[in-house]
């Protein structure tokens, strides 16, 4: 079993930084691949960005190219999501996922966190 929390959400303006982390439970951590997802109001989960357990291997959605950067702290059990020059789009609940391959699918991940809320004013 993998339990996932989230943190690191809050209220920003257009432009500015979020940086959001997720700390696993679990001893497969350092072996799994981790993503990261967002769903918006009546909107569908949406891929955001994906990375192998070494960290060697990254992908992102087109829509965060340049502005979002995933990484992970094996040591620490935790991944990580540098939000920058964030737009009113990128309002969404933002979860992180624990998988066994690289996928943008979300059936793909086998556990999920509860979600934290990014919301970004005009």
């Known amino acids: 079993q993998v339990q996932l929390v989230e943190s690191g959400g809050g209220l920003v303006q257009a432009g500015g930084s979020l940086r959001l982390s997720c700390v696993a439970s679990?001893?497969?951590?350092?072996?799994?691949?981790m993503g990261w997802f967002r769903q918006a109001p009546g909107k569908e989960r949406e891929f955001v960005a994906t990375?192998?357990?070494?960290?060697?291997?990254?992908s992102y959605a087109d829509f965060v190219k340049g502005r979002f950067t995933i990484s992970r702290d094996n040591a620490k059990n935790t991944v990580y999501l540098q939000m920058n020059s964030l737009k009113p789009e990128d309002t969404a609940v933002y979860y992180c996922?624990?998988?066994?391959?690289?996928?943008?699918?979300?059936?793909?991940?086998?556990?999920w966190g509860q979600g934290t809320q990014v919301t970004v004013s005009s």
């Open positions: 996922a624990h998988g066994p391959i690289i996928s943008v699918v979300p059936s793909r991940y086998d556990y």
């Open positions: 679990g001893r497969t951590f350092s072996r799994a691949v």
């Open positions: 990375i192998s357990w070494s960290g060697s291997m990254t």
